[in-house]
């Protein structure tokens, strides 16, 4: 499967942006999925992710309460919906797929994905 992540862009604190991971190929349903950050000078961090279809969700307690991640199965994406943002959020967003159904404490170790996407930045300006 291929993954495309988008959505990113400039937001003042406070504002919020949805970012999309689009798949092409296979039917994003049958992959987990998460999303993880790298912001400049920093090691790659998770931020959220969701299990195969009619599974759980699990987010990083830095972003739990503001961001939500979600499946759109007519788009054939998984959304991130990023409200609250903050200066600390400024960072390139990819998108992850992993095939099956893995437990949900190993879905924050990008490690375990197959699948990435090329990233998309954001930026929050305070």
């Known amino acids: 499967v291929q993954l495309q992540a988008s959505g990113g862009g400039l937001v003042q604190a406070g504002g919020s942006l949805r970012l999309s991971c689009a798949a092409s190929g296979r039917t994003l349903s049958e992959y987990a999925v998460g999303w993880f950050r790298r912001a400049r000078g920093k090691e790659r961090e998770f931020v959220a992710a969701?299990?195969?279809?009619?599974?759980?969700?699990y987010y990083a307690n830095s972003v739990k309460g503001r961001f939500v991640i979600s499946r759109d199965k007519l788009k054939n994406t998984v959304d991130l919906q990023m409200s609250s943002l903050k200066p600390e959020d400024t960072a390139i967003y990819y998108c992850a797929g992993k095939a099956g159904n893995p437990i949900m404490s190993t879905m924050m170790n990008g490690d375990m994905y197959d699948y990435w996407g090329q990233g998309t930045q954001v930026t929050v300006s305070s």
């Open positions: 969701v299990r195969r279809s009619g599974g759980g969700t």
